[in-house]
């Protein structure tokens, strides 16, 4: 048979007579019988050269068949199930004939070859796959289609147990049958193994303060047995009861709880069951009403005047220490606005300043860091992801009465310094600290890096700063050797660097690996040492000079040469860290030189300044207030709004939007060290409940109606935006964002559908809390949380021969054909495509080299 790609070109054959008429004006002499044969022979030609041009396929009709097998390796696949299909492969293809051919896909969440076409014909083991906690119908037969080749009888057989999780299947069955492949599934029977689950967890999404309320879970079980149902409230374990279970759906209750917004979680435990995944269920019940406000200090028992005030103004208050900062983004939007209270920066992770910032940019929370001994720049805040926040930075220019300041940083990098942490070295690490370090200083200061194993590398030089940008190349260049730190080998280079220099302030930061610091005394490795003595006479000789020594360890307390280290720093009259994080040490480097270098603790009476008109501000008599006793410096960034200055004109109180919240920085402190007077003063109460009512989050949900829905591997968003008078909000600039409980976001694109009606899509998650956010650029965000327990995976796995049923029914196919009917000769397809244009253009070059011999050849007499 004979296909034409371009057929038009044939039009080209009615004007194939026009060859005729150059041949009765040629100049060449030709007899009649020359004049003909050359005719027929030019039309042969062009006819050839005008079927080319259109494009011909020879295309041939193939009964061959080529067979994809899809099988399902999901979880909810029994492994006697997976050895069943391995067998019904096998033996189908015994059955194929030849030509035939076929290959083996293996799916779950993703789909991978297991065995392709053209290879071997014996099968390799069936591997396992990693991520088996979905079952894709849709990624799996469409990576099924496009692997089956075009000049054959085609079919895909599915091999699975019925539960897919795309909630795509049947379109992509209807798809296949579009393009003539056909279709049969197999069913994979699982054992009926004893299941029990937590189907559901339904509670009120929104509830008023003190209101009761009742938690239903529906417990689904496949055989009758007594089972243990447990109920958490924020991982405290909450009520226990023992339940009678039958087969089907139970329904427990829990009645009259009361929560002031909690993330609560069922488990159920019984003896006859298969799966665990499926034994737990959330939910998240939000209060609305009075605004809640999480307090953080040291010492909860500081934060009571300040409770105090703000729960007889009808806040709901929390109090906490550093330890109880919130770790996922469920537990911190139970808030409206958080406070710290003179909270060092190393007791917070990366993962958990990350995660506040995350809520106040993109959940509209509120944040307010205030003063104290630890806070600010000397609590190590200095480029964190909460001083980008604030409203204020942790460094300050003013250096006019802050003497100069000589820092040196000694850094370890003995062959332990090379492990790796999240893809850093601890040397890298170190490195980076030290870069950070040198940032803090002024230009008139000193400031050198000396890198130290069995000997001391002076990588910067102690001397004035200049050409930052090159030393901080030179600094990151640092990377670990062999041996171990010499402690009295590197003490000493340090105490001869910091005699050359004239500096006021002098001080050396020494970075060790606490389980291997060595050399620590003149003499212990067995070679020679400058000098006598030990390290400790080193640092008391450079305190003599005016030179501290702070450590650093790396390493746990249990560490042999952590004693060692701690009475080090004792002796140089500095301070002693520990960490076991290495991706702490930037913090620590720079809180250290901040405490050293930036003198931004200001401990000295003044009186607040009221430097712009607001409503925080109002109603208070200013001129009345009493004085504070100290505040930690910082400088205001450029779009701040500053309220309130110290008398010098410092940052006192300052605040800016940052995203869709609102943070502030309050340089004093709210406890009895800098504000003991103010803890006493009537306008003490009502600043701070002004400030935090005005600072905290709101939320826009009288606008805005969100409907949380799963379609396939999508979270649907529906939200209906209504005016106040009742009107439909249309073309409003939304955007939607969503934060699994760590705080990683995504964002999704807003389409308009309908009056006042809009819908995103998101990932769906596996499982965990997800926070939403929708908002508008001038207005406060709605948000709503949604709960998934566990992979829809495990919700059912009972083989659904039904839904292959319906799959089949679609394709015209059959539903467990056996194995002697996989291979079986059906109608005859269209087969191979041949181009004959290659062919015809050739056999054209070919009449044209005679059609020019048969011109020049003399042919005897001219008519």
Known sequence: MIEWTYPWFLILLFALGLCWLPLRKTMVALNAAQKQIILVLRLFLLATIVIALAGPKWRTTSDRLAVVYVVDASASVSPDARAAARRYVETSIKNARPGDDYAVIGFAESSEIWHGFGAA?????????????????????????????????????????????????????????RRGIEFDAVALQNPDSPEVLVESVRTPRNIAPDEPFDLTTVIRSTVRQTGVVRLYENQYLLQQRQVDLL???????????????SRFEVEVQAPQDTFAENNFGYAVVQVRGRPRVLLVDPNENRLEPLAGVLRSDRFQVETRTPAGV??????????????????????????????????????GGGFI??????????????????????????????????????????????????????????????????????????????????????????????????????????ILGI????????????????????????????????????ADAEEKFAGEMGEPSEGSGTAFDIVSTMLASRTTTSVVGLGYESDKDVPFLKLLAERGNGRFYLTNDPMNLPQIFTTETMKVAQNSLIEEPFQAQVVADAKVL??????????????????????????????????????????????????????????????????????????????????????????????????????????????FANELPLTVVSADPDGRTDSAFVTQVGPGRYVASLPLPDKGVRLISVSTPNSPPATVSY?????????????????????????????????????????????????????????????????????????????
Do not use: C
């Open 121 to 177: 014909a014996t099968l390799t083991k069936w591997p396992e796959l990693q991520k088996n906690q979905a079952t894709d119908y849709r990624d799996a037969l469409h990576f099924a289609a496009s692997i089956l080749p075009g000049d054959r009888r085609r079919k895909i057989v599915l091999l699975s147990d019925g539960n897919d999780t795309s909630g795509e299947s049947e379109s992509s069955v209807s798809d296949l049958a």
């Open 247 to 261: 087969p089907g759906r139970n329904i427990v209750r829990f009645q009259d709880l009361t929560s002031e917004g």
């Open 326 to 363: 919130p770790k996922s983004i469920d537990d911190l939007d139970q808030f409206d606005l958080v406070l710290f209270s003179d909270v060092p920066a190393l007791t917070l992770s990366a993962e958990q300043m990350e995660l506040l910032r995350t809520w106040v940019r993109d959940f």
């Open 369 to 474: 860091l205030a003063g104290g001994e630890n806070s600010f720049g000397v609590g190590g805040y200095y480029r964190t992801p909460i001083e980008q926040m604030l409203p204020v930075r942790m460094e300050h220019d003013d250096r006019q009465q802050t003497p100069s300041v000589a820092l040196l940083v000694v850094l370890d990098r003995s062959g332990s310094m090379a492990a790796q942490v999240q893809g850093k070295t601890k040397i890298s690490l170190a490195d980076q600290g030290a870069v950070l370090a040198m940032n803090v200083l002024k230009d008139n200061d000193y400031f050198g890096v000396f890198a130290v194993d069995t000997k001391v590398h002076e990588v910067v030089p102690l001397a004035r700063l200049q050409e930052r940008q090159q030393l901080q190349q030179r």
């Open 479 to 514: 990377d670990s050797s062999g041996g171990g730190i010499y402690i009295f080998t590197s003490l000493v280079a340090a105490s001869r660097a910091m005699r050359e220099v004239n500096a006021q302030i002098k001080h050396v930061i020494l970075f060790s690996d606490a």
């Open 618 to 727: 109002e109603g208070i008599s200013w001129s009345q207030a009493p004085l504070l006793l100290g505040y930690n410096s910082t400088k205001l960034k450029p779009t701040a709004d500053l309220l309130l200055a110290t008398e010098t004109g410092a940052p006192l109180f300052a605040s800016w939007r940052f995203g869709l919240g609102q943070t502030a920085a309050f340089t004093s402190d709210v406890k009895s060290r800098w504000a003991s007077e103010w803890l006493r003063w009537a306008g003490f109460g009502k600043f701070w409940t002004q400030a935090i009512r005005t600072l905290m989050r709101r939320s826009d949900h009288g606008q805005f109606q969100l409907n949380i829905q799963e379609i396939g591997d999508q979270l649907r968003v529906n939200i209906d935006a209504v005016r106040p008078d009742g009107s």
């Open 787 to 863: 709960t998934r327990s566990y992979p829809k995976e495990f919700l059912d796995t009972r083989t659904n021969r039904e839904a292959l049923r319906k799959l089949v029914q679609i394709s015209h196919g059959r539903l467990d054909p056996k194995e002697t009917e996989v291979f079986q000769s059906g109608p005859a397809v269209p087969g191979h495509r041949t181009d004959l244009a290659p062919w015809l253009l050739a056999l054209a070059a070919v009449l044209l080299l005679v059609d020019i011999f048969l011109r020049r050849r003399s042919w005897g007499r001219v008519t």
